[in-house]
């Protein structure tokens, strides 16, 4: 995948079509986070529904106060005592209110932790095709975005669903209670608001899933540019790509306006209904008091009641659109969880122990997804214990090959066998743990020098740290730096050379000590006089190892004890140096190299 950032335009694997996942399967991953926290989330909803019926009980010490001052019967003594029992029950609503925010937001934020690592532990064990069809801003979209939805949804969103249902039913019996003939004239515009959220709700979640899709776009292109910073500065690209992120911004600001847009109607409708019902109740419900046929103090109340009423109204918005946005975030969550490795997905075998490794591969072809033209076709060859030389021109399919023994990628069976077995009825990760990979672009970390060596072998000692680097010629360098082993590398080792970056993760993979070792051209920024002193730390930890080696060098070739040269995916010859020179690329590749000597 390439760094360089891609345009506003480019495409989304969330928009592929067939992955609208049900309603079920998307729920089911949400059921075990429920299932382990239930008696929390029982326990928070019991004092979320307490507080609803405390709230409820304060109209009618409300009702018994006006119903006692018109009627002319109150005492002092009396208010007072009305007053301390509402003051009781609106500490008991804070108390109450407290714990319920704390155990159900508390398990809305549980969830979004278990959410996220189970996304980073799914991510991790992808391989490279997945990586290619994802882009990494929009894997960290996922992660913070869509998960902060489903967090929302999952706390305030249940939240409000379950207190919008207790307390309606609650008013609603207590108005009843009252007067049935006033209760069902002031939910008399109630259908109103039931159609316009039914409406609306369903073309927000397709403005809803826009949304994130240009979230996505914005987090990899932003992403992008700061990886690529170095470049954009070199070719004075500031402005360029600075407009480039305003057109995303700005298309990402006419989608949210367009969800505003209908979040803000849903809302106003809310209000309108419950005033509407609070009109009517004024002109029905005054006339009745006037008529003696409710007391004022059961007006009061009844007041107070739709009042409540108002809340749960405009909850239905709010929780259909948090609904709405949370089932589509939990959509492309699911998605991105349903995807599967391409290698790895059979049963597999117990790696067979052996003294020494071979890799063979036999009529190994290759093609890459979307690739006109396959990358490796028909190569044959054994890696066995020693120096093995890969070389040819650009493009040829060196790193595809690494690639492959790597695992990196499926191939069909019968075309790979480690140690005799068909790779495919072997376990990746047994494989990898026996290769030691140098990548064609070096990659180190933003921690110490010490820690990046180990990072295969976080176990190693300081002295074999040093044993590593020493064999890597990078030893020297290392203890230039003002805290040598410990001395901090920043982010992707700016303080480090080209050629020092290589031979870093050169000495990481040679203290990983393993059977296979596979650099693919990692020696290529380093001066002739340390080249050779790398190869012969190579050489002299070789052992029983084999040792896979791609490289244009023809100095670090001749030391191999089979050089295999590929054009256009095919193997075109193959021997050692001297056989070699009788090939036309080979011997102008050297000549121009002795040239330059
Ligand atoms: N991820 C990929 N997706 C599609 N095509 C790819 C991918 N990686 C490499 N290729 C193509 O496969 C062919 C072989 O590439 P490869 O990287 O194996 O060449 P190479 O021999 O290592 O070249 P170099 O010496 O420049 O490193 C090239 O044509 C390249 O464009
Ligand atoms: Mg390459």
Same mark, same amino acid.
């Given at each position: 995948?390439?760094?360089? =950032?891609?345009? =506003?335009?480019?495409?989304?694997?969330?928009?592929?079509?067939?992955?609208?996942?049900?309603?079920?399967?998307?729920?089911?991953?949400?059921?075990?986070?429920?299932?382990?926290?239930?008696?929390?989330?029982?326990?928070?909803?019991?004092?979320?529904?307490?507080?609803?019926?405390?709230?409820?009980?304060?109209?009618?010490?409300?009702?018994?106060?006006?119903?006692?001052?018109?009627?002319?019967?109150?005492?002092?003594?009396?208010?007072?005592?009305?007053?301390?029992?509402?003051?009781?029950?609106?500490?008991?609503?804070?108390?109450?209110?407290?714990?319920?925010?704390?155990?159900i937001i508390g398990f809305s934020r549980i969830l979004?932790?278990?959410?996220?690592?189970?996304?980073?532990?799914?991510?991790?064990?992808?391989?490279?095709?997945?990586?290619?069809?994802?882009?990494?801003?929009?894997?960290?979209?996922?992660?913070?975005?869509?998960?902060?939805?489903?967090?929302?949804?999952?706390?305030?969103?249940?939240?409000?669903?379950?207190?919008?249902?207790?307390?309606?039913?609650?008013?609603?019996?207590?108005?009843?209670?009252?007067?049935?003939?006033?209760?069902?004239?002031?939910?008399?515009?109630?259908?109103?608001?039931?159609?316009?959220?039914?409406?609306?709700?369903?073309?927000?979640?397709?403005?809803?899933?826009?949304?994130?899709?240009?979230?996505?776009?914005?987090?990899?292109?932003?992403? !992008?540019?700061?990886?690529?910073?170095?470049?954009?500065?070199?070719?004075?690209?500031?402005?360029?790509?600075?407009?480039?992120?305003?057109?995303?911004?700005?298309?990402?600001?006419?989608?949210?306006?367009?969800?505003?847009?209908?979040?803000?109607?849903?809302?106003?409708?809310?209000?309108?209904?419950?005033?509407?019902?609070?009109?009517?109740?004024?002109?029905?419900?005054?006339?009745?008091?006037?008529?003696?046929?409710?007391?004022?103090?059961?007006?009061?109340?009844?007041?107070?009641?739709?009042?409540?009423?108002?809340?749960?109204?405009?909850?239905?918005?709010?929780?259909?659109?948090l609904a709405q946005r949370g089932v589509t975030s939990?959509?492309?969550?699911?998605?991105?969880?349903?995807?599967?490795?391409?290698?790895?997905?059979?049963?597999?075998? =117990?790696?067979?122990?052996?003294?020494?490794?071979?890799?063979?591969?036999?009529?190994?072809?290759?093609?890459?997804?979307?690739?006109?033209?396959?990358?490796?076709?028909?190569?044959?060859?054994?890696?066995?214990?020693?120096?093995?030389?890969?070389?040819?021109?650009?493009?040829?399919?060196?790193?595809?090959?690494?690639?492959?023994?790597?695992?990196?990628?499926?191939?069909?069976?019968?075309?790979?066998?480690? &140690?005799?077995?068909?790779?495919?009825?072997?376990?990746?990760?047994?494989?990898?743990?026996?290769?030691?990979?140098?990548?064609?672009?070096?990659?180190?970390?933003?921690?110490?020098?010490?820690?990046?060596?180990?990072?295969?072998?976080?176990?190693?000692?300081?002295?074999?740290?040093?044993?590593?680097?020493?064999?890597?010629?990078?030893?020297?360098?290392?203890?230039?730096?003002?805290?040598?082993?410990?001395?901090?590398?920043?982010? &992707?080792?700016?303080?480090?050379?080209?050629?020092?970056?290589?031979?870093?993760?050169?000495?990481?993979?040679?203290?990983?000590?393993?059977?296979?070792?596979?650099?693919?051209?990692?020696?290529? !920024?380093?001066?002739?006089?340390?080249?050779?002193?790398?190869?012969?730390?190579?050489?002299?930890?070789?052992?029983?190892?084999?040792?896979?080696?791609?490289?244009?060098?023809?100095?670090?070739?001749?030391?191999?004890?089979?050089?295999?040269?590929?054009?256009?995916?095919?193997?075109?010859?193959?021997?050692?140096?001297?056989?070699?020179?009788?090939? =036309?690329?080979?011997?102008?590749?050297?000549?121009?190299?002795?040239?330059?000597?």
């Open positions: 995948m390439s760094d360089f =950032p891609a345009g =506003p335009d480019a495409g989304h694997p969330a928009a592929d079509a067939g992955s609208q996942a049900r309603i079920g399967s998307l729920l089911r991953i949400l059921r075990p986070i429920f299932r382990t926290h239930w008696l929390r989330l029982a326990c928070g909803f019991v004092a979320l529904v307490v507080v609803d019926f405390l709230q409820l009980i304060i109209p009618r010490f409300v009702k018994s106060a006006v119903d006692a001052l018109s009627a002319g019967t109150a005492t002092s003594a009396r208010l007072l005592e009305l007053s301390l029992y509402v003051c009781l029950v609106a500490l008991s609503v804070a108390a109450l209110r407290f714990t319920w925010r704390y155990l979004e932790k278990k959410l996220r690592d189970r996304l980073f532990d799914h991510i991790l064990r992808m391989d490279q095709p997945f990586f290619e069809k994802w882009t990494i801003g929009d894997l960290m979209a996922h992660a913070s975005n869509d998960l902060a939805t489903i967090q929302m949804a999952c706390g305030m969103g249940l939240v409000a669903a379950v207190d919008a249902l207790v307390m309606s039913s609650a008013a609603l019996g207590f108005m009843l209670a009252i007067s049935v003939k006033l209760t069902l004239i002031a939910l008399l515009p109630m259908p109103l608001l039931i159609v316009c959220t039914r409406i609306l709700s369903g073309r927000l979640h397709h403005r809803f899933n826009l949304v994130q899709e240009q979230f996505s776009l914005i987090t990899e292109f932003a992403r !992008a540019n700061l990886v690529s910073i170095r470049l954009i500065k070199a070719y004075t690209l500031e402005r360029f790509q600075e407009g480039r992120f305003q057109t995303l911004g700005e298309a990402y600001v006419r989608i949210n306006l367009k969800v505003a847009a209908i979040q803000g109607l849903l809302f106003p409708i809310s209000t309108l209904v419950g005033n509407i019902g609070m009109l009517l109740l004024l002109y029905y419900g005054g006339a009745l008091v006037i008529e003696g046929g409710i007391t004022i103090g059961s007006f009061v109340a009844f007041v107070s009641y739709l009042y409540m009423l108002i809340w749960p109204m405009m909850a239905v918005g709010w929780v259909a659109n939990l959509r492309r969550i699911h998605r991105l969880l349903s995807e599967q490795p391409a290698v790895d997905i059979g049963p597999t075998e =117990p790696l067979p122990q052996a003294a020494t490794t071979s890799y063979v591969c036999r009529g190994l072809s290759f093609s890459y997804q979307g690739a006109v033209r396959p990358a490796l076709s028909d190569v044959s060859l054994a890696i066995t214990p020693g120096l093995m030389g890969l070389s040819g021109r650009t493009g040829s399919g060196k790193s595809t090959l690494c690639k492959l023994l790597l695992r990196m990628y499926p191939v069909a069976d019968g075309m790979l066998f480690f &140690r005799g077995v068909d790779v495919n009825r072997l376990s990746q990760a047994d494989i990898r743990r026996c290769i030691a990979y140098v990548g064609q672009e070096p990659v180190v970390f933003a921690d110490t020098i010490a820690a990046n060596i180990a990072f295969g072998r976080p176990e190693a000692t300081l002295a074999e740290i040093e044993a590593a680097a020493r064999a890597a010629a990078i030893d020297g360098d290392i203890r230039t730096f003002s805290e040598g082993y410990q001395s901090v590398i920043g982010e &992707r080792g700016v303080k480090l050379s080209g050629g020092q970056r290589q031979r870093l993760a050169l000495a990481r993979a040679l203290l990983c000590d393993r059977p296979l070792l596979i650099i693919d051209d990692a020696l290529s !920024a380093i001066d002739v006089e340390t080249e050779q002193q790398v190869l012969q730390g190579i050489l002299s930890s070789l052992g029983g190892k084999s040792v896979l080696l791609v490289s244009h060098r023809v100095n670090v070739l001749r030391h191999a004890d089979r050089i295999v040269l590929l054009d256009q995916g095919r193997i075109v010859d193959q021997g050692r140096h001297e056989h070699l020179l009788a090939n =036309p690329f080979y011997r102008v590749m050297a000549e121009k190299q002795q040239g330059h000597a």
